[in-house]
């Protein structure tokens, strides 16, 4: 069974680098058949797509985010991670790490999802 | 920006109810490349449905999806008393893949 397990500071400051890690057990994210995703939410909000990246290590970010999000993937480690640089309090928010099923139009649904970890931006 | 739009906001039904819950997006979604999730309180999201009818594994039949275009519906038949939560349904036909902002299902 595919876990996805979050870890990075929970705090961190304005202006400054968030910086995530997402540890996959189960399965590998060398697999074709997928993309590996970070997906956020603010406190009793919405969700919101930042990006994925694919094995052979293409990316794909959200145009809003774009200037400012790195996804990056260390295939031996089995590991994806996610920077997301000049922070402001609107990026405080539950960052989930996911799967991506990968589709005849190269996009799919997000299944399953890590159990999220609170990154507060705050001084 | 394909904008989603989930209706009700909030939805108060009793256990054994019938739920239905749109979801409309602001242009077509080609093929049907439409989720729902579900999330309760202090969980990640849960895939439900995808391709807009097709239930993910361990999904009861109670949970089904329909529509096209841009007119989408999740239903569940007879609501139990875990099926009380937010839902989401998410596009996936073009970036950014986009989710509506959730209708809340409560006990009546």
């Known amino acids: 069974q595919l876990q996805l397990q979050e870890s990075g500071p929970g705090l961190v400051r304005p202006s400054e680098t968030l910086s995530l890690t997402c540890t996959v057990s189960?399965?590998?994210?060398?697999?074709?058949?997928?993309?590996w995703a970070w997906i956020r939410q603010p406190p009793g909000k919405g969700l919101e797509w930042i990006g994925n990246?694919?094995?052979?290590?293409?990316?794909y970010y959200h145009v809003s985010l774009k200037s400012r999000v790195t996804i990056s993937a260390d295939t031996s480690k089995n590991q994806f991670s996610l920077k997301l640089s000049s922070v402001t309090a609107a990026d405080t928010a539950i960052y989930y790490c996911?799967?991506?099923?990968?589709?005849?139009?190269?996009?799919?649904?997000?299944?399953?999802w890590g159990q999220g970890t609170l990154v507060t931006v705050a001084s | 920006e394909i904008v989603l739009t989930q209706s009700p906001g909030t939805l108060s039904l009793s256990p054994g109810e019938r739920a239905t819950l749109s979801c409309r997006a602001s242009?077509?979604?080609?093929?049907?490349?439409l989720a729902w999730y579900q999330q309760k309180p202090g969980q990640a999201p849960r895939l439900l449905i995808y391709?807009?009818?097709s239930r993910a594994t361990g999904i009861p039949d109670r949970f089904s999806g329909s529509g096209s275009g841009t007119d989408f519906t999740l239903t569940i038949s007879r609501l139990e008393p875990e099926d009380f939560a937010v839902y989401y349904c998410q596009q996936y036909d073009t970036s950014p893949f986009t989710f509506g902002q959730g209708t809340k299902l409560e006990i009546k």
């Open positions: 189960g399965g590998s994210i060398s697999s074709s058949t997928y993309y």
């Open positions: 990246i694919y094995y052979t290590g293409s990316t």
């Open positions: 242009q077509r979604v080609s093929g049907s490349y």
């Open positions: 391709g807009a009818s």
């Open positions: 996911v799967r991506m099923f990968r589709t005849m139009i190269g996009t799919g649904w997000f299944d399953p």
